[in-house]
């Protein structure tokens, strides 16, 4: 496995690869790997012929209080991880080959950009868009993969592909979780002891809302009850937000329930966020 640092060797290498029709399969992602990030790399592994995975952590989708300088970083162990499943490169650029001192340009999806976490995080899928544009202009790969813990991430990529001719196939792998369901997440490492023991909450809350929805309760008293539920928790700083969505086009839904179903929710463990979701089809 290579590890790629400047854009220019990485085009090399693409040029002849491109030139030999290979096809590439591409995981963005921010580093301090976990089974989540391996789960993707191993579909791409098995869906293409080059896997190339991205590790950078994009200032430009963190807020001014938010977690850009004390995100965990490890390349080592990153590295180690990513070639044991079969990544051929990891595109691991500085800031400043990212992006140049007079960076002026940005990509907007709008709507499904403010709200969830938008509407806590102003700015945050700007950046998101923004980096996951440039990447897949200078990889082009064949497919993309993305996690679905992040789903509304996933939807606004989806759209952003769509509205942009972005001729790549974006791909969602599934949520992969510890034994006790708390979704996997490179923030979990900020939890202490008392506290990864009560994240599971989130998971549990989620659980409840499906079950309620499922015995066929109102949107408004399934959220309350969630809600209630999660607040009860001493552990629960706050919650961001709790959901229920239409899944493919993330509207709210305010009476009948449709088809497809995410429930969603972003929570303050102590200092650290969360989000996880449900998907219902029924
Ligand atoms: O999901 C992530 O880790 C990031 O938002 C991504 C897609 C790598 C862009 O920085």
């Not at 051929?88 to 140049?100: A, G, S």
């Not at 700007?126 to 996951?132: A, E, H, N, S, W």
């Not at 709790?242 to 509207?251: A, G, N, P, S, V």
């Amino acid at each position: 496995m290579k590890i790629i640092r400047k854009i220019k060797e990485l085009k090399t290498h693409l040029t002849k690869l491109s030139k030999q029709g290979k096809t590439i399969g591409f995981v963005p992602t921010m580093g301090y790997l976990h089974e989540g990030h391996l789960s993707l790399i191993k579909m791409a592994r098995k869906e293409n012929d080059i896997v190339i995975a991205s590790i950078f952590v994009n200032p430009k989708q963190f807020g001014p209080s938010e977690d850009y300088k004390k995100y965990p970083r490890d390349m080592e162990r990153d590295s180690k991880l990513a070639e044991s499943v079969g990544a051929d490169y990891i595109f691991t650029p500085t800031k400043n080959e990212i992006y140049k001192e007079d960076h002026k340009t940005y990509v907007e999806v709008e709507e499904i950009d403010s709200i969830m976490c938008g509407a806590s995080r102003s700015g945050h899928f700007k950046g998101v868009c923004t980096i996951v544009l440039k990447l897949f202009n200078i990889i082009n790969p064949t497919r993309a993969y993305f996690g679905k813990k992040d789903y509304q991430q996933l939807v606004i990529i989806k759209k952003m592909a769509e509205d942009l001719n972005i001729d790549i196939d974006i791909i969602g792998g599934d949520i992969i979780r510890e034994e006790d369901n708390l979704a996997l997440s490179s923030r979990n490492k900020y939890l202490s002891k008392r506290e990864r023991e009560n994240a599971t909450v989130l998971y549990k809350s989620l659980k409840l809302a499906e079950d309620l929805i499922r015995d066929g309760k109102a949107v408004e008293k399934v959220k309350k009850e969630a809600q209630n539920f999660l607040l009860k928790n001493k552990y629960v700083k706050k919650f961001d937000y709790f959901d229920i969505r239409e899944l493919y086009t993330l509207k709210e839904i305010k009476e009948k329930y449709p088809k497809n179903i995410l429930i969603a929710a972003a929570i303050w463990i102590g200092n650290t966020r969360l989000i996880d979701n449900f998907i219902i089809n029924r």
